[in-house]
């Protein structure tokens, strides 16, 4: 039995090992402390203690402070709304309202004018694009939003399209990120 366990790798339970609280463990003896599982639980794939390139999934580079304050490109709300207006049009012209339809071209163009003002080369700001349509049926509608931001960096800018079936309300808010 001693040559069996000569050869055999010994593993961590049964080797005798100091560990950090003082404690040493005998050979042979199973390993019977608790170990953290604060990494799993969090939904890390990364055992604990191992190095990652600093980016959620652990595979672009690990990039440098910037300390930018100030943003390079501001958000210029004229030429976020004029671009939003010719997307709608272009976009709706023909369209008639269809309840079964909406929700995917609801998503469609809040998509479709994200990417287009991702175009302008808004770098360091963070789109946020919200798109409402509703069939036009006589009513009245109001839309209102409220946001907590930096004045001097952030702002938003806001569309609205009609035709006979249907009415669109569109905003891209662009919220500077340090």
């Known amino acids: 039995m001693a040559t069996k ?11 005798s090992s100091h560990t950090g609280s003082g404690l040493r463990l ?16 969090r939904g890390s794939s990364q055992p604990p203690g ?9 595979t672009g580079p690990k990039l440098e402070n910037s300390y ?5 490109v501001r958000f210029n709300s004229s030429r976020v709304k004029a671009l939003m207006l ?25 998509d479709t004018i994200k990417n287009h003002v991702k175009t302008l080369g808004f770098s360091r700001h963070k789109l946020i694009s ?18 907590v931001w930096d004045d001097k960096h952030d702002d938003f800018a806001s569309a609205s399209y009609q035709n006979e079936s249907l009415f669109v309300v569109a905003s891209v808010y662009g919220v500077y990120c340090e």
């Open 5 to 15: 366990l000569e050869n055999e790798a010994p593993s961590r339970s049964s080797m």
């Open 26 to 41: 005998a050979v042979g003896q199973p390993d019977t402390r608790r170990h953290s599982n604060a990494s799993a639980r």
């Open 50 to 58: 191992s190095k990652t390139s600093g980016t959620a999934s652990g």
């Open 68 to 72: 930018k304050m100030t943003p390079d």
């Open 86 to 110: 010719q997307t709608l049009e272009a976009r709706l012209e023909a369209v008639q309202y269809c309840p079964t339809t909406v929700k995917s071209l609801t998503k469609e163009l809040s």
């Open 130 to 147: 919200n798109v409402i349509i509703g069939p036009v049926t006589g009513q009245g509608v109001r839309v209102a939003s409220r946001c």
